[in-house]
Structure formats: structure tokens, C-alpha cells
């Protein structure tokens, strides 16, 4: 099950995030996804990682199979921050060049899967 909260004023289409969802996450993964202004994001980046800026996308895990993505609705690129964060709650990471590598590949192929014309 996936939710979509749209906390600004811009249009989402939401039928290709539903479709990446249905391509990345396990069936019985509940997801909320909440498009947020940046100066939320900064707030949130401040008071989950303690670093003063705005962050473009942020994953909580909140339990086995629930988690919550925040998307700066700024950017341009959302799609491929949707994907970073599912991976993110999946257990992907980037802290050694091994980790980003793997996830960088995971990514591409999901976005190659659903939304080719967004892929180098």
C-alpha cells in the first residue's frame, strides 16, 4: 500500500511513483510518501541527522514493513530520490564506495524498468 500526502501548492502525477513503488518495494510494504517544501526538509534534516541544510529526499523505517519518504518538492529529479529512499528502508546505503555502487545499479535498473527516458 502506498499514500501520498502533497504538503505545497505544486500538481504530482502520481501514477509513475505508484508504478516504482510496484517495481521496488516487497507486496506487503506499507509506504506513506509526503512532498514536502524544503524549508521542512531542512527542519527535518536538523532534527533526525543534526545537519543545518536541506536535505532532497529522507526515509524512516518505521517498523518491519512501514515506512515513511519525505521528497523535496523542489527538485527536479524525484523519481530517482523516490528510488533512493525505498532503498534506503530496504537496507541499501552508501557509506563505502562497495554499498553506493550497488545501489547506485539497483537504482538504475528500476528507473530503466519504469521510466527509461530518466535514465543516462
Do not use: W
Amino acid at each position: 500500500m502506498i499514500e501520498f500526502t502533497n504538503l505545497t501548492s505544486k500538481p504530482i502525477r502520481r501514477a509513475k511513483f505508484e508504478k516504482l513503488y510496484r517495481t521496488t518495494m516487497p507486496k506487503n510494504f506499507a509506504l506513506s510518501v509526503v512532498f514536502a517544501p524544503p524549508s521542512l526538509m531542512r527542519k527535518l534534516n536538523k532534527t533526525y541527522r543534526k545537519k543545518d541544510q536541506t536535505a532532497n529526499v529522507l526515509s524512516f523505517l518505521l517498523d518491519k514493513n512501514i515506512s515513511e519518504i519525505f521528497l523535496n518538492s523542489n527538485e527536479k529529479n524525484l523519481f530517482h530520490l523516490f528510488v533512493h529512499g525505498c532503498l534506503h528502508v530496504l537496507g541499501y546505503g552508501h557509506k563505502t564506495t562497495k554499498k553506493a555502487m550497488a545501489m547506485e545499479k539497483k537504482e538504475q535498473l528500476v528507473l530503466r524498468k519504469v521510466c527509461s527516458f530518466l535514465v543516462d
